[in-house]
């Protein structure tokens, strides 16, 4: 949604928001799985603890 409003706003063009990886199609695919891969994990891993009783 902040991408969208971003869009929407004048001032707005998408190299103010380049990475340094951005024009690197292999690196930014592989950062952008890892970081997918890890988020995975971490729900996984969230929904298998056990709720504490109060």
């Known amino acids: 949604m902040i991408g969208a409003a971003l869009h929407l706003s004048h001032w707005y063009r998408e190299d103010l928001i380049?990475?340094?990886?951005?024009?690197?199609?292999?690196?930014?695919?592989?950062?952008?799985?890892?970081?997918?891969?890890?988020l995975c994990i971490y729900?996984?891993?969230?929904?298998l603890k056990k709720e504490k009783e109060l």
């Open 18 to 38: 380049q990475t340094p990886f951005y024009s690197n199609d292999l690196v930014s695919q592989s950062v952008s799985a890892l970081f997918f891969i890890v």
């Open 43 to 47: 729900v996984w891993f969230g929904s």
